[in-house]
């Protein structure tokens, strides 16, 4: 036995004292908590007494950011989760149950539509699609056993704008849970809380976050009732975030105003870019010559978002040309990264409909989908000059 190696090693011991304080939120990686006897214990799981406990349950670097998308969403009480899909697994799972029927926009995320139409069905859980710029069509769906209805603001990647008011009013005049992913639009374009939501979902993945470096997702309630059930599913299903990507994405959420008003402005400029580049459709809900321009108007304030989507002719040999010709302009599947990405619906998103099903959503082989980043205008309208004069 060597007599060298000091017998407190793996005794964990605090900072030393400082009298000054560190400026960045610590990063707290630990999944246990010490209480001091079991009255504390006990205090502390039934609530009388606030600390943590095991960090699937909890923990600070959650708590903090929770904090601040709840202070975005003008609410109380949210939930970290480790990716959007998570938050939206807690919300269907937390507040569904066997029997009960959920109404969803036809153009939801693709994987929640899967959630759907594949996971929900077999715990007995049935579904409606129908158009979320249609109140009356989504009235419409309404069964006896029609429980909630999930939407998305702007819808992706057609851009079209739901008739949030009209569904708010029939949710409430039905007494359904109206559950909104306000993952596109963000807290700075539309606050669902404020018009009738009563959950509210984000990808933090996306701008929220902003970097393409961590995932995670969010979710709010109104009520307590919904709340418990959210966070039971949450801490029983295993969907905590980390404590490391909780403080990725606070280091990101601190330029999400800045980055948003950017990319907003930018994504303005380049769809009147791309239409003066000659595409074939240009959708961009700020263009008077977007379907919704007026609904969008007054339903965001008017803050148009980052996205914009726009058609050319000439089939996948065309989209190849063009993706090739801006090798600057990351080809990929996600939105809401600081830099501009693109992406095609027909080969990633919506792969799994047939070229009729796409063409109905109006997606044909030339559809391609910009989130637009924060980049030099200049610079991003030159990319986009290039990759047209290759077709
Ligand atoms: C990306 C996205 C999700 C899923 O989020 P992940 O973090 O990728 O799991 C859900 N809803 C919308 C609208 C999204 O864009």
Request: charge should be negative; glycine fraction near 10%.
């Amino acid at each position: 036995m060597t007599k060298d190696i000091p017998d407190n090693l793996i005794r964990r011991t605090a900072y030393p004292d400082s009298v000054s304080r560190a400026v960045v939120t610590p990063l707290q990686p630990s999944v246990v908590y010490a209480s001091p006897d079991p009255d504390t214990l006990d205090s502390q799981y039934d609530g009388t007494a606030f600390g943590y406990t095991y960090s699937r349950e909890g923990h600070p670097n959650a708590t903090v950011l929770a904090q601040k998308l709840d202070a975005l969403e003008g609410v109380t009480g949210g939930f970290i989760t480790n990716t959007g899909m998570s938050a939206v697994t807690a919300t269907m799972f937390g507040l569904l149950k066997n029997g009960d029927h959920v109404i969803g926009g036809n153009q939801l995320y693709g994987r929640s539509l899967r959630m759907l139409s594949q996971e929900l069905p077999r715990y007995g859980i049935s579904h409606s699609l129908a158009d979320p710029t249609d109140a009356k069509a989504i009235e419409a769906a309404i069964t006896p056993k029609t429980k909630m209805i999930l939407v998305e603001v702007v819808s992706n990647p057609t851009l079209r704008v739901a008739d949030m008011e009209g569904i708010a009013a029939l949710a409430k005049r039905h007494n359904l849970i109206l559950v909104v992913d306000n993952t596109f639009t963000t807290p700075r374009a539309y606050r669902p809380f404020a018009h009738g939501a009563d959950v509210v979902i984000h990808s933090i993945t996306k701008l929220l976050a902003g970097h393409s470096d961590v995932m995670l997702g969010y979710v709010a309630a109104k009520s307590a009732d919904h709340r418990a059930a959210i966070e039971g599913t949450i801490v029983t299903l295993g969907l905590t975030g980390s404590p490391y990507d909780c403080w990725m994405a606070e280091r990101g959420l601190m330029s999400f105003h800045l980055r948003y008003d950017r990319a907003e402005e930018n994504a303005a400029e380049l769809a009147d870019h791309l239409a003066e580049l000659g595409a074939k459709k240009v959708l961009y809900p700020g263009r008077p010559d977007h379907p919704d321009h007026n609904r969008a108007g007054a339903l965001l304030g008017p803050r148009f978002g980052n996205m914009v989507s726009f058609e050319i002719d000439g089939g996948r040999k065309a989209a190849n040309t063009l993706t090739r010709a801006m090798p600057d302009m990351a080809f990929a599947p996600t939105l809401g990264d600081i830099g501009t990405t693109v992406s095609h619906a027909a080969s990633s998103s919506h792969r799994g409909l047939t070229p009729e099903g796409r063409t109905a959503l109006g997606m044909s082989e030339g559809f391609f989908r910009v989130s637009v980043g924060v980049e030099d205008i200049a610079l991003l309208k030159a990319e986009f000059t290039k990759g047209f004069a290759a077709l």
